[in-house]
């Protein structure tokens, strides 16, 4: 890959690398089986990787895209799950650091600079790809607080969350330009955490839907401006995207570097089975395809990083990397055989957890309504 890191982006990702081959890869059979493990999170955030976006001045390490990209796809390389939790809650730091008050900022930084998680509230039951047609509803009272009621469903991280951001309608006549943004701590009297989803794959990560019985807001739980929250998370999805791509390539990795050890070790018709050209050609594409991903992530992630909207590049950059990190899954199925069908050689897992990157934070028909849209704009 050509893309050129600094000495400082090379020195997270070795220590990013280390955390992650020598802490997460071994605990990912078993988050696959028995989900979020809370003491693996304590040692991450010991390792202070997740402070990484937050400003210095609220006690992060006030890097960028780049640094966050090489985390989230050093990570997914060794569990993907694992990855979506911290990548999802940097979502809603970025809302944060770019919409909060300097009162908001204050009061949340800190504790996410500590590696207190947050979780992003968009999806409802009725409604995912047409977010703006939600029907969590926040009534402004007299007082200026907000009630609201409605529920949202598939939030990562819902049970283990210290913060939510959550999307609602503050003004019905207005489709999307009525939706408003809110910060919401866990605990709040009325926010209600529904039964953990039984999911396909991604298992370590944690999703539940949410329930907002009469919940009470206070004035300053709005982030932002009233009527722009629906704006500020597709901001924030196109960060979520470019974290979607670093998450594919890793897993892309995974797979690729266990079919190629595989594919040396095992013998049919008297040689490694690398030596059949059907099964060397595979390797060629899983090398093709990977490099070509981690050169959209780092290029979508630089653009981010100069504060330029790069809703193209970043859907592009997700829909690329998910849709072939599927492709080398299968094929780094195919060439275990029927050791690829189990679960002992667990490139099956590979695949289980990448084909939500083709669904989560907009799904892939939803990318290519986003870059036709630039396109023919
Ligand atoms: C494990 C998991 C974690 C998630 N985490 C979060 C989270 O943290 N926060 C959050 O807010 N959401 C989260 N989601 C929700 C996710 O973003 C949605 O599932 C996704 O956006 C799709 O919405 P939907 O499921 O309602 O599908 P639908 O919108 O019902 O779509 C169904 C199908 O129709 C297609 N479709 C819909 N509209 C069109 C169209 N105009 N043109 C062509 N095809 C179309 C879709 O592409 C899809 O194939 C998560 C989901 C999962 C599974």
Redesign the pocket.
Known sequence: MSYKFTEEQLAIRDLARSFAQKEVEPLSRDMDEHGWNAALYEKYKAVGLQATPVPEAYGGAGLGDIECAIITQELARADAGFA?ASE?SWVCTDMIIRHGSDAQKQKYLPGIAEGKLC?????????????AGMRTRAKKQADGSYVVNGS???????GIADYYVI?AVTDPDKRAKGISAFLVDAGTPGLLINKE?D?M??RS?D?HGLTFDDMKLPPDALLGEEGMGFVYAMEGLDGGRISCTAISTGIAQHAMALAMKYAKERAAFGKPIAKFQAIAFKLANMAMYTDAMELMLYDAAELKSTGVRCSRQAAEAKLFASTHATQICLDAIQIFGGNGYSKEYHVEQLLRDNK?ME????????Q??VISGALLK
């Open positions: 979506m999802i979780a992003f509230g968009l999806t409802e039951p009725d409604c995912g790809s047409d977010a949202k469903a598939w939030i990562t991280n819902s999307m989803e999911k794959g991604m990560s999703t939500l669904i989560g934070e907009g799904t892939n028909e939803v290519r309504i």
